[in-house]
Protein backbone atom coordinates (compact mmCIF):
# COMPACT_ATOMS: atom_id res chain seq x y z
CA UNK A 1 0.00 0.00 0.00
CA UNK A 2 1.13 3.58 -0.88
CA UNK A 3 0.05 6.63 -1.76
CA UNK A 4 0.63 8.29 -5.33
CA UNK A 5 0.76 11.48 -6.97
CA UNK A 6 0.62 13.54 -10.01
CA UNK A 7 2.46 16.09 -10.34
CA UNK A 8 1.92 18.10 -13.46
CA UNK A 9 5.18 20.02 -15.14
CA UNK A 10 4.78 22.55 -18.47
CA UNK A 11 8.53 22.90 -20.41
CA UNK A 12 10.38 20.62 -17.82
CA UNK A 13 9.12 23.22 -14.61
CA UNK A 14 6.86 21.68 -11.81
CA UNK A 15 3.41 24.27 -12.28
CA UNK A 16 2.76 25.00 -8.45
CA UNK A 17 -0.57 22.82 -8.02
CA UNK A 18 2.35 19.83 -8.20
CA UNK A 19 3.70 21.08 -4.49
CA UNK A 20 0.24 21.64 -3.77
CA UNK A 21 -0.85 18.04 -4.84
CA UNK A 22 2.26 16.80 -3.24
CA UNK A 23 1.50 18.57 -0.01
CA UNK A 24 -1.86 16.96 0.48
CA UNK A 25 -1.06 13.67 -0.71
CA UNK A 26 1.90 13.75 1.69
CA UNK A 27 -0.46 14.32 4.90
CA UNK A 28 -2.73 11.48 3.66
CA UNK A 29 0.47 9.58 2.98
CA UNK A 30 0.79 10.00 7.18
CA UNK A 31 -2.72 9.14 8.02
CA UNK A 32 -2.56 6.15 6.36
CA UNK A 33 0.90 5.50 7.72
CA UNK A 34 2.68 4.90 4.18
CA UNK A 35 5.15 6.83 2.21
CA UNK A 36 4.30 8.99 -1.00
CA UNK A 37 5.26 8.07 -4.74
CA UNK A 38 5.53 11.45 -7.01
CA UNK A 39 5.02 10.09 -10.95
CA UNK A 40 6.36 12.99 -13.00
CA UNK A 41 6.49 12.97 -16.98
CA UNK A 42 9.57 14.72 -18.59
CA UNK A 43 9.83 17.27 -15.70
CA UNK A 44 13.43 18.32 -14.30
CA UNK A 45 14.54 18.69 -11.03
CA UNK A 46 12.45 16.47 -9.33
CA UNK A 47 14.37 16.83 -5.74
CA UNK A 48 11.80 19.78 -5.49
CA UNK A 49 9.45 17.45 -4.58
CA UNK A 50 11.07 16.28 -1.88
CA UNK A 51 10.72 19.75 0.24
CA UNK A 52 6.82 19.00 0.24
CA UNK A 53 7.10 15.31 1.52
CA UNK A 54 7.72 13.19 -1.47
CA UNK A 55 9.81 10.07 -0.48
CA UNK A 56 10.17 8.86 -3.80
CA UNK A 57 9.98 10.19 -7.31
CA UNK A 58 8.77 7.93 -10.59
CA UNK A 59 10.75 9.92 -13.27
CA UNK A 60 8.86 9.36 -16.83
CA UNK A 61 11.65 10.92 -19.56
CA UNK A 62 9.33 10.08 -23.19
CA UNK A 63 9.05 11.74 -26.51
CA UNK A 64 5.73 10.34 -27.30
CA UNK A 65 4.11 12.23 -24.30
CA UNK A 66 6.32 15.75 -24.96
CA UNK A 67 2.42 16.67 -25.77
CA UNK A 68 -0.05 16.15 -23.19
CA UNK A 69 -2.05 13.02 -24.95
CA UNK A 70 -4.56 11.82 -22.03
CA UNK A 71 -4.12 8.37 -22.70
CA UNK A 72 -1.09 7.90 -23.13
CA UNK A 73 -0.65 10.18 -19.85
CA UNK A 74 -3.44 7.60 -18.32
CA UNK A 75 -2.20 4.96 -18.85
CA UNK A 76 1.64 6.24 -17.70
CA UNK A 77 -0.07 7.29 -14.46
CA UNK A 78 -2.03 4.01 -13.81
CA UNK A 79 1.28 1.98 -14.61
CA UNK A 80 2.96 4.05 -12.34
CA UNK A 81 0.09 3.45 -9.43
CA UNK A 82 0.01 -0.47 -10.30
CA UNK A 83 3.76 -0.35 -9.76
CA UNK A 84 3.72 0.93 -6.21
CA UNK A 85 0.70 -1.01 -4.83
CA UNK A 86 -1.10 2.64 -4.57
CA UNK A 87 -4.56 2.68 -2.28
CA UNK A 88 -4.60 6.23 -3.02
CA UNK A 89 -3.94 8.72 -6.28
CA UNK A 90 -3.81 12.36 -6.10
CA UNK A 91 -4.00 14.75 -9.12
CA UNK A 92 -4.68 18.06 -9.03
CA UNK A 93 -7.58 19.66 -11.11
CA UNK A 94 -6.10 21.03 -14.09
CA UNK A 95 -7.86 20.57 -17.99
CA UNK A 96 -5.01 17.88 -18.46
CA UNK A 97 -5.31 16.31 -15.06
CA UNK A 98 -9.31 16.85 -15.45
CA UNK A 99 -8.88 15.07 -18.54
CA UNK A 100 -7.40 11.86 -18.26
CA UNK A 101 -8.69 11.40 -14.44
CA UNK A 102 -11.70 9.66 -15.67
CA UNK A 103 -9.74 7.28 -18.19
CA UNK A 104 -7.07 6.43 -15.04
CA UNK A 105 -10.23 5.49 -12.50
CA UNK A 106 -11.25 3.16 -15.53
CA UNK A 107 -7.68 1.63 -15.45
CA UNK A 108 -7.41 1.09 -12.14
CA UNK A 109 -10.89 0.29 -11.48
CA UNK A 110 -11.28 3.24 -8.98
CA UNK A 111 -13.33 5.60 -7.63
CA UNK A 112 -12.89 9.15 -8.41
CA UNK A 113 -13.96 12.29 -6.40
CA UNK A 114 -13.32 15.33 -8.21
CA UNK A 115 -13.12 19.21 -6.81
CA UNK A 116 -11.78 18.01 -3.12
CA UNK A 117 -11.74 20.51 -0.87
CA UNK A 118 -10.30 18.99 2.21
CA UNK A 119 -8.26 15.91 3.93
CA UNK A 120 -10.19 12.78 4.00
CA UNK A 121 -12.83 13.09 7.06
CA UNK A 122 -12.00 9.31 7.97
CA UNK A 123 -10.26 6.68 5.56
CA UNK A 124 -12.10 3.59 6.85
CA UNK A 125 -14.38 4.40 5.82
CA UNK A 126 -12.76 6.31 3.13
CA UNK A 127 -15.05 9.74 3.56
CA UNK A 128 -14.04 13.05 1.93
CA UNK A 129 -15.54 16.34 1.28
CA UNK A 130 -15.60 17.97 -2.37
CA UNK A 131 -17.75 21.41 -3.83
CA UNK A 132 -21.09 20.48 -5.68
CA UNK A 133 -23.62 22.33 -7.29
CA UNK A 134 -21.03 24.87 -8.65
CA UNK A 135 -19.48 25.64 -5.03
CA UNK A 136 -23.06 26.28 -3.62
CA UNK A 137 -22.66 23.03 -1.55
CA UNK A 138 -20.50 20.62 -0.54
CA UNK A 139 -20.92 16.41 -0.32
CA UNK A 140 -19.09 14.34 2.20
CA UNK A 141 -18.78 11.28 -0.07
CA UNK A 142 -17.51 7.64 0.51
CA UNK A 143 -15.84 5.60 -2.15
CA UNK A 144 -15.77 2.19 -1.57
CA UNK A 145 -13.23 0.87 -3.84
CA UNK A 146 -9.73 -0.62 -3.03
CA UNK A 147 -8.26 1.93 -5.08
CA UNK A 148 -9.36 5.85 -4.43
CA UNK A 149 -8.81 8.84 -6.96
CA UNK A 150 -8.95 12.02 -5.55
CA UNK A 151 -8.79 14.93 -7.77
CA UNK A 152 -7.79 18.57 -5.49
CA UNK A 153 -9.08 21.38 -5.94
CA UNK A 154 -6.69 24.51 -6.86
CA UNK A 155 -5.94 26.27 -3.42
CA UNK A 156 -8.02 23.59 -1.25
CA UNK A 157 -5.09 22.76 0.59
CA UNK A 158 -2.21 25.18 -0.14
CA UNK A 159 1.94 24.21 0.27
CA UNK A 160 2.97 22.43 3.24
CA UNK A 161 6.81 22.03 3.68
CA UNK A 162 7.67 18.23 4.79
CA UNK A 163 11.10 17.43 3.76
CA UNK A 164 11.57 13.78 2.50
CA UNK A 165 14.16 12.09 0.57
CA UNK A 166 12.62 12.47 -2.68
CA UNK A 167 14.96 9.29 -4.02
CA UNK A 168 14.27 9.02 -8.32
CA UNK A 169 13.99 6.36 -9.96
CA UNK A 170 13.02 6.32 -13.84
CA UNK A 171 10.36 4.16 -14.82
CA UNK A 172 8.67 3.35 -18.78
CA UNK A 173 5.53 2.69 -19.11
CA UNK A 174 4.23 0.90 -21.71
CA UNK A 175 2.18 2.57 -24.26
CA UNK A 176 0.14 2.19 -27.16
CA UNK A 177 0.24 4.36 -30.23
CA UNK A 178 -2.25 7.41 -29.30
CA UNK A 179 -5.17 7.66 -31.89
CA UNK A 180 -5.31 11.78 -31.38
CA UNK A 181 -2.62 14.18 -32.33
CA UNK A 182 -2.12 17.41 -31.33
CA UNK A 183 -1.83 19.98 -34.58
CA UNK A 184 -1.41 22.76 -33.04
CA UNK A 185 -1.73 24.73 -29.87
CA UNK A 186 -2.77 28.38 -29.19
CA UNK A 187 -2.02 29.80 -26.13
CA UNK A 188 -0.34 33.46 -25.30
CA UNK A 189 3.03 32.64 -23.12
CA UNK A 190 3.37 36.50 -21.67
CA UNK A 191 -0.28 36.16 -19.76
CA UNK A 192 -1.05 34.50 -16.90
CA UNK A 193 -4.29 31.74 -17.15
CA UNK A 194 -7.29 31.93 -14.80
CA UNK A 195 -6.04 28.47 -13.96
CA UNK A 196 -2.69 29.36 -12.57
CA UNK A 197 -3.71 32.88 -11.00
CA UNK A 198 -3.43 33.89 -7.52
CA UNK A 199 -5.00 36.88 -8.65
CA UNK A 200 -7.69 37.33 -11.07
CA UNK A 201 -9.12 40.66 -12.93
CA UNK A 202 -12.70 40.66 -13.71
CA UNK A 203 -14.69 42.91 -15.42
CA UNK A 204 -18.42 43.26 -16.71
CA UNK A 205 -20.93 45.23 -18.75
CA UNK A 206 -20.51 48.16 -16.49
CA UNK A 207 -16.76 48.90 -18.42
CA UNK A 208 -20.02 49.67 -21.71
CA UNK A 209 -17.58 48.12 -24.13
CA UNK A 210 -14.12 46.10 -25.24
CA UNK A 211 -12.16 49.05 -25.93
CA UNK A 212 -12.35 49.70 -22.19
CA UNK A 213 -10.57 47.10 -21.17
CA UNK A 214 -7.15 48.87 -21.14
CA UNK A 215 -7.63 49.59 -17.48
CA UNK A 216 -8.15 46.51 -16.64
CA UNK A 217 -5.20 44.50 -18.80
CA UNK A 218 -2.94 47.32 -16.78
CA UNK A 219 -4.17 45.97 -13.69
CA UNK A 220 -3.54 42.26 -14.23
CA UNK A 221 -0.21 43.37 -15.42
CA UNK A 222 0.60 45.30 -12.31
CA UNK A 223 -0.73 42.43 -9.87
CA UNK A 224 0.43 39.52 -11.75
CA UNK A 225 -3.34 38.67 -12.36
CA UNK A 226 -5.22 36.85 -14.88
CA UNK A 227 -7.88 38.88 -16.43
CA UNK A 228 -11.61 37.06 -16.98
CA UNK A 229 -14.93 38.53 -17.56
CA UNK A 230 -19.01 38.15 -16.80
CA UNK A 231 -20.79 36.20 -19.05
CA UNK A 232 -22.67 38.72 -21.29
CA UNK A 233 -19.21 40.14 -22.03
CA UNK A 234 -18.14 36.90 -23.11
CA UNK A 235 -21.88 36.37 -25.43
CA UNK A 236 -21.35 39.65 -26.81
CA UNK A 237 -18.30 39.35 -27.83
CA UNK A 238 -16.39 41.83 -26.04
CA UNK A 239 -13.97 39.17 -24.39
CA UNK A 240 -12.75 35.42 -25.83
CA UNK A 241 -14.84 32.73 -24.05
CA UNK A 242 -11.88 31.46 -22.87
CA UNK A 243 -12.42 34.74 -20.01
CA UNK A 244 -15.76 33.62 -18.54
CA UNK A 245 -15.95 32.53 -15.56
CA UNK A 246 -19.02 31.28 -13.82
CA UNK A 247 -21.31 28.36 -14.22
CA UNK A 248 -21.07 27.46 -17.79
CA UNK A 249 -17.71 29.15 -17.83
CA UNK A 250 -15.08 28.92 -15.35
CA UNK A 251 -14.42 28.46 -12.30
CA UNK A 252 -11.74 30.79 -10.22
CA UNK A 253 -10.47 29.01 -6.69
CA UNK A 254 -7.87 32.68 -6.67
CA UNK A 255 -6.39 33.97 -3.43
CA UNK A 256 -7.67 37.52 -4.70
CA UNK A 257 -10.38 38.17 -7.29
CA UNK A 258 -11.11 41.45 -8.03
CA UNK A 259 -14.57 42.53 -10.24
CA UNK A 260 -15.64 45.25 -11.59
CA UNK A 261 -18.84 46.87 -13.19
CA UNK A 262 -20.07 42.93 -12.46
CA UNK A 263 -23.14 42.84 -10.86
CA UNK A 264 -23.12 39.18 -9.77
CA UNK A 265 -25.18 37.18 -11.02
CA UNK A 266 -26.16 33.86 -9.17
CA UNK A 267 -24.48 31.58 -11.68
CA UNK A 268 -21.00 34.08 -11.62
CA UNK A 269 -21.14 33.83 -7.85
CA UNK A 270 -21.26 30.03 -7.92
CA UNK A 271 -17.90 30.42 -10.35
CA UNK A 272 -15.86 31.88 -7.77
CA UNK A 273 -17.20 30.80 -4.64
CA UNK A 274 -13.78 28.88 -3.94
CA UNK A 275 -11.51 32.35 -4.21
CA UNK A 276 -10.75 33.44 -1.16
CA UNK A 277 -10.96 36.66 -0.74
CA UNK A 278 -13.13 38.89 -3.29
CA UNK A 279 -13.07 42.46 -3.88
CA UNK A 280 -16.21 44.10 -5.54
CA UNK A 281 -16.31 47.78 -7.72
CA UNK A 282 -19.82 48.61 -8.40
CA UNK A 283 -21.46 51.51 -8.77
CA UNK A 284 -24.93 50.31 -7.90
CA UNK A 285 -25.60 49.72 -3.99
CA UNK A 286 -27.66 47.39 -4.97
CA UNK A 287 -25.76 44.69 -6.91
CA UNK A 288 -25.81 41.23 -6.02
CA UNK A 289 -22.05 41.35 -5.66
CA UNK A 290 -21.52 43.31 -2.68
CA UNK A 291 -23.78 40.44 -0.62
CA UNK A 292 -21.04 37.74 -1.78
CA UNK A 293 -17.70 40.20 -1.03
CA UNK A 294 -15.52 40.98 1.33
CA UNK A 295 -14.32 44.30 0.55
CA UNK A 296 -16.33 46.53 -1.65
CA UNK A 297 -16.47 50.49 -3.30
CA UNK A 298 -19.09 51.86 -4.32
CA UNK A 299 -18.50 54.01 -7.47
CA UNK A 300 -17.75 54.57 -11.09
CA UNK A 301 -15.02 51.93 -12.38
CA UNK A 302 -13.83 54.81 -14.88
CA UNK A 303 -12.82 57.00 -11.94
CA UNK A 304 -12.07 54.47 -9.37
CA UNK A 305 -10.02 52.12 -11.64
CA UNK A 306 -7.12 54.59 -12.59
CA UNK A 307 -6.63 55.75 -9.63
CA UNK A 308 -6.35 52.13 -7.77
CA UNK A 309 -3.73 51.52 -11.25
CA UNK A 310 -1.64 54.22 -9.79
CA UNK A 311 -1.81 53.33 -5.71
CA UNK A 312 -0.97 49.29 -6.81
CA UNK A 313 1.74 51.12 -9.25
CA UNK A 314 3.37 52.71 -6.45
CA UNK A 315 2.13 50.12 -3.70
CA UNK A 316 4.21 47.20 -5.96
CA UNK A 317 6.78 49.20 -6.12
CA UNK A 318 7.64 49.68 -2.44
CA UNK A 319 6.96 46.33 -1.42
CA UNK A 320 8.88 44.70 -4.40
CA UNK B 1 -23.37 9.06 -38.50
CA UNK B 2 -25.26 7.70 -35.92
CA UNK B 3 -24.90 10.69 -32.87
CA UNK B 4 -25.89 9.55 -29.07
CA UNK B 5 -26.25 12.75 -26.89
CA UNK B 6 -26.17 11.82 -22.76
CA UNK B 7 -28.28 14.47 -21.30
CA UNK B 8 -27.89 14.97 -17.33
CA UNK B 9 -31.37 16.40 -15.74
CA UNK B 10 -30.04 19.14 -13.86
CA UNK B 11 -31.57 22.20 -11.72
CA UNK B 12 -31.36 25.50 -13.65
CA UNK B 13 -28.87 27.98 -12.63
CA UNK B 14 -30.69 30.26 -10.91
CA UNK B 15 -31.69 27.36 -8.19
CA UNK B 16 -31.45 27.89 -4.72
CA UNK B 17 -29.72 24.98 -3.55
CA UNK B 18 -31.01 22.61 -0.34
CA UNK B 19 -30.95 19.78 1.24
CA UNK B 20 -33.49 17.59 2.96
CA UNK B 21 -33.82 14.09 5.22
CA UNK B 22 -31.11 15.44 7.28
CA UNK B 23 -28.86 16.76 4.70
CA UNK B 24 -28.98 13.34 2.83
CA UNK B 25 -31.25 14.74 -0.16
CA UNK B 26 -31.28 17.41 -2.80
CA UNK B 27 -34.55 19.40 -2.14
CA UNK B 28 -36.52 19.49 -5.49
CA UNK B 29 -38.95 22.02 -3.77
CA UNK B 30 -39.65 25.13 -6.20
CA UNK B 31 -36.41 23.41 -8.32
CA UNK B 32 -37.12 23.81 -12.28
CA UNK B 33 -34.75 21.26 -13.96
CA UNK B 34 -33.12 21.66 -17.66
CA UNK B 35 -31.53 19.68 -19.83
CA UNK B 36 -27.77 20.13 -18.11
CA UNK B 37 -26.31 23.46 -20.27
CA UNK B 38 -22.90 21.77 -21.05
CA UNK B 39 -24.89 18.99 -22.74
CA UNK B 40 -27.15 21.29 -24.56
CA UNK B 41 -24.19 22.84 -26.38
CA UNK B 42 -23.54 19.63 -27.56
CA UNK B 43 -27.18 18.59 -28.64
CA UNK B 44 -27.36 21.88 -30.69
CA UNK B 45 -24.28 20.74 -32.42
CA UNK B 46 -25.54 17.28 -33.06
CA UNK B 47 -27.82 19.00 -34.81
CA UNK B 48 -26.13 20.64 -37.05
CA UNK B 49 -24.39 17.14 -38.04
CA UNK B 50 -27.92 15.80 -38.48
CA UNK B 51 -29.31 18.81 -40.64
CA UNK B 52 -26.21 19.38 -43.01
CA UNK B 53 -24.72 15.59 -42.95
CA UNK B 54 -27.80 13.41 -42.56
CA UNK B 55 -26.46 12.41 -38.78
CA UNK B 56 -29.09 10.72 -36.61
CA UNK B 57 -29.03 11.49 -33.45
CA UNK B 58 -30.62 10.18 -29.99
CA UNK B 59 -30.44 11.02 -26.67
CA UNK B 60 -29.93 9.33 -23.39
CA UNK B 61 -30.21 10.03 -19.57
CA UNK B 62 -29.56 7.88 -16.87
CA UNK B 63 -32.46 8.53 -14.52
CA UNK B 64 -36.24 7.83 -13.06
CA UNK B 65 -39.31 9.00 -14.92
CA UNK B 66 -39.18 12.57 -13.44
CA UNK B 67 -36.64 13.08 -15.91
CA UNK B 68 -38.40 12.61 -18.86
CA UNK B 69 -39.65 15.73 -19.38
CA UNK B 70 -35.87 16.77 -19.80
CA UNK B 71 -35.79 14.44 -22.74
CA UNK B 72 -39.08 15.49 -24.42
CA UNK B 73 -37.06 18.62 -24.62
CA UNK B 74 -34.29 17.26 -26.08
CA UNK B 75 -36.93 15.58 -28.32
CA UNK B 76 -38.65 18.92 -29.24
CA UNK B 77 -35.25 20.40 -30.26
CA UNK B 78 -34.79 18.09 -32.79
CA UNK B 79 -33.10 14.52 -31.59
CA UNK B 80 -35.23 11.11 -33.40
CA UNK B 81 -35.23 8.76 -30.59
CA UNK B 82 -34.91 9.11 -26.57
CA UNK B 83 -33.89 6.60 -24.68
CA UNK B 84 -34.29 6.61 -20.58
CA UNK B 85 -32.29 3.68 -18.59
CA UNK B 86 -34.39 3.08 -15.68
CA UNK B 87 -32.31 4.14 -12.80
CA UNK B 88 -31.72 6.73 -10.35
CA UNK B 89 -27.76 8.03 -12.03
CA UNK B 90 -25.51 7.70 -8.51
CA UNK B 91 -21.96 8.09 -9.04
CA UNK B 92 -20.32 8.77 -12.05
CA UNK B 93 -18.52 5.00 -12.80
CA UNK B 94 -22.19 3.76 -12.70
CA UNK B 95 -23.94 6.43 -15.04
CA UNK B 96 -21.06 5.80 -17.90
CA UNK B 97 -21.10 2.32 -17.30
CA UNK B 98 -24.92 2.58 -18.62
CA UNK B 99 -24.83 5.09 -20.96
CA UNK B 100 -21.33 2.53 -22.68
CA UNK B 101 -23.34 -0.21 -22.95
CA UNK B 102 -25.99 1.20 -24.85
CA UNK B 103 -23.45 3.24 -26.74
CA UNK B 104 -21.82 -0.25 -27.58
CA UNK B 105 -24.87 -1.91 -28.22
CA UNK B 106 -26.34 0.60 -30.55
CA UNK B 107 -23.29 1.20 -32.37
CA UNK B 108 -23.05 4.86 -31.97
CA UNK B 109 -19.93 6.69 -33.83
CA UNK B 110 -20.05 9.83 -32.33
CA UNK B 111 -21.03 10.11 -28.34
CA UNK B 112 -21.53 13.57 -26.76
CA UNK B 113 -21.40 14.69 -23.37
CA UNK B 114 -20.80 17.51 -21.16
CA UNK B 115 -17.80 19.02 -19.72
CA UNK B 116 -19.68 17.98 -16.44
CA UNK B 117 -23.16 18.18 -15.29
CA UNK B 118 -23.64 21.72 -12.89
CA UNK B 119 -25.38 19.46 -9.84
CA UNK B 120 -22.69 16.71 -9.17
CA UNK B 121 -19.60 18.69 -11.44
CA UNK B 122 -17.89 15.13 -11.44
CA UNK B 123 -16.80 15.89 -15.05
CA UNK B 124 -15.93 12.27 -15.14
CA UNK B 125 -18.48 10.28 -17.67
CA UNK B 126 -17.77 11.29 -20.63
CA UNK B 127 -14.17 9.94 -19.98
CA UNK B 128 -15.19 6.87 -18.48
CA UNK B 129 -17.78 5.83 -21.23
CA UNK B 130 -14.59 6.62 -23.96
CA UNK B 131 -12.43 4.14 -21.93
CA UNK B 132 -15.21 1.16 -20.98
CA UNK B 133 -16.09 1.16 -24.91
CA UNK B 134 -12.25 1.72 -26.30
CA UNK B 135 -13.05 5.23 -28.52
CA UNK B 136 -11.10 7.78 -28.92
CA UNK B 137 -11.88 11.17 -26.26
CA UNK B 138 -11.45 14.80 -26.08
CA UNK B 139 -13.08 16.84 -23.17
CA UNK B 140 -13.94 20.25 -22.97
CA UNK B 141 -14.01 20.12 -26.63
CA UNK B 142 -15.50 23.82 -28.28
CA UNK B 143 -15.54 22.78 -31.93
CA UNK B 144 -16.09 19.38 -33.37
CA UNK B 145 -15.90 18.94 -37.35
CA UNK B 146 -16.08 15.07 -38.49
CA UNK B 147 -15.59 14.27 -42.37
CA UNK B 148 -16.33 10.46 -42.50
CA UNK B 149 -14.36 9.51 -39.64
CA UNK B 150 -12.07 11.98 -39.61
CA UNK B 151 -12.65 14.18 -36.72
CA UNK B 152 -11.11 17.98 -36.11
CA UNK B 153 -11.17 19.07 -33.00
CA UNK B 154 -10.55 22.02 -30.46
CA UNK B 155 -10.58 21.81 -26.78
CA UNK B 156 -9.75 24.49 -24.50
CA UNK B 157 -6.95 24.10 -22.19
CA UNK B 158 -5.83 26.13 -19.71
CA UNK B 159 -4.79 29.43 -20.81
CA UNK B 160 -5.65 28.51 -24.26
CA UNK B 161 -6.63 26.34 -26.59
CA UNK B 162 -5.42 23.27 -28.98
CA UNK B 163 -6.36 21.84 -32.18
CA UNK B 164 -6.95 17.88 -32.06
CA UNK B 165 -6.82 14.94 -34.98
CA UNK B 166 -8.48 11.77 -34.17
CA UNK B 167 -10.93 9.33 -35.77
CA UNK B 168 -14.56 7.94 -34.98
CA UNK B 169 -15.39 6.49 -32.49
CA UNK B 170 -15.63 9.30 -30.36
CA UNK B 171 -16.72 11.02 -27.44
CA UNK B 172 -16.82 14.47 -26.22
CA UNK B 173 -17.04 16.03 -23.17
CA UNK B 174 -18.15 19.49 -24.78
CA UNK B 175 -19.15 23.05 -22.94
CA UNK B 176 -20.19 26.76 -24.74
CA UNK B 177 -17.90 27.00 -28.22
CA UNK B 178 -19.40 23.98 -29.84
CA UNK B 179 -21.94 26.28 -30.25
CA UNK B 180 -22.76 29.95 -29.16
CA UNK B 181 -24.93 30.84 -26.82
CA UNK B 182 -27.51 32.50 -29.39
CA UNK B 183 -27.28 29.35 -31.59
CA UNK B 184 -29.39 27.42 -28.76
CA UNK B 185 -32.66 26.55 -30.03
CA UNK B 186 -36.17 26.76 -27.98
CA UNK B 187 -38.72 24.57 -28.77
CA UNK B 188 -41.26 25.77 -31.04
CA UNK B 189 -45.13 24.53 -31.01
CA UNK B 190 -44.61 22.39 -33.98
CA UNK B 191 -40.98 20.32 -32.23
CA UNK B 192 -43.32 20.28 -29.27
CA UNK B 193 -46.31 18.07 -30.83
CA UNK B 194 -43.77 16.10 -32.71
CA UNK B 195 -41.93 15.62 -30.28
CA UNK B 196 -44.85 13.98 -28.80
CA UNK B 197 -45.01 10.98 -30.91
CA UNK B 198 -41.26 10.08 -31.19
CA UNK B 199 -39.95 7.59 -29.48
CA UNK B 200 -38.68 7.24 -25.66
CA UNK B 201 -37.35 3.89 -25.11
CA UNK B 202 -37.58 2.87 -21.55
CA UNK B 203 -34.47 0.48 -20.40
CA UNK B 204 -34.18 -1.67 -17.82
CA UNK B 205 -30.25 -1.20 -16.06
CA UNK B 206 -27.85 -3.34 -15.76
CA UNK B 207 -27.11 -4.42 -12.37
CA UNK B 208 -23.86 -2.81 -10.93
CA UNK B 209 -22.94 -1.36 -7.37
CA UNK B 210 -22.04 2.46 -7.03
CA UNK B 211 -18.22 3.15 -6.78
CA UNK B 212 -18.82 5.96 -4.57
CA UNK B 213 -22.07 7.25 -2.57
CA UNK B 214 -22.45 10.84 -1.47
CA UNK B 215 -23.47 10.67 2.16
CA UNK B 216 -24.10 14.05 3.52
CA UNK B 217 -24.20 17.48 1.79
CA UNK B 218 -23.59 21.17 3.18
CA UNK B 219 -24.19 24.38 2.43
CA UNK B 220 -21.07 26.86 2.89
CA UNK B 221 -20.96 28.85 5.99
CA UNK B 222 -22.90 32.54 5.36
CA UNK B 223 -20.33 34.97 4.88
CA UNK B 224 -19.85 37.84 6.52
CA UNK B 225 -20.88 41.77 5.71
CA UNK B 226 -19.02 43.49 3.12
CA UNK B 227 -16.74 45.96 4.27
CA UNK B 228 -17.36 49.34 2.11
CA UNK B 229 -14.80 51.84 1.47
CA UNK B 230 -14.57 54.99 0.25
CA UNK B 231 -11.01 55.03 -1.35
CA UNK B 232 -8.41 53.37 -3.04
CA UNK B 233 -6.21 53.97 -0.17
CA UNK B 234 -8.28 52.00 2.45
CA UNK B 235 -8.41 49.10 0.14
CA UNK B 236 -5.34 48.26 -0.96
CA UNK B 237 -4.27 49.02 3.25
CA UNK B 238 -7.29 46.15 3.82
CA UNK B 239 -5.96 44.05 1.57
CA UNK B 240 -2.49 44.20 2.53
CA UNK B 241 -2.91 44.23 6.44
CA UNK B 242 -6.35 42.24 6.75
CA UNK B 243 -6.93 39.86 4.11
CA UNK B 244 -3.02 39.92 3.32
CA UNK B 245 -3.31 38.74 -0.62
CA UNK B 246 -1.30 41.44 -1.28
Not at chain 2, 119 to 145: H, Q, R, W
Not at chain 2, 154 to 172: F, W, Y
Amino acid sequence: MSVLVYTESENGSFKKTAFEVVSYAKAIATELGTTLTAVSINADNTSELGVYGADKVLEITNDSLANFDAQGYADAISQAAASQDASVVVLSQTANAKFMAPLVAVNLEAGYVSNVVALPQSTSPFKIKHSVYTNKAFSLTQINTPVKIIGLGKNAYGLHENAADALSEPFSPTLQQSNTKVISVDKATDKVTIADAEVVVSAGRGLKGPENWGMIEEMATILGAATACSKPVSDMGWRSHGEHVGQTGKPVAASLYIAIGISGAIQHLAGINSSKVKVVINTDPEAPFFKAADYGIIGDAFEIVPQLNEKLKAFKAQNA
Amino acid sequence: MKILVCISHVPDTTSKINFTDNDTKFDINGVNFVINPNDEFGLTRAMWFKEKQGASVHVINVGGPQTEPTLRKALAIGADEAIRIDTPATDGYSVALQLAHVAKEGAYDLIIGGRESIDYNGGMVPGMVAKIIGANFINTCISLEVEDTKVTAIREIDGGKETLQTTLPLVIGGQKGLVEESDLRIPNMRGIMQARSKPLHVKPAMEQSPRSEATTYEKPAPRGAVKLVDTVDQLIDLLHNEAKVL
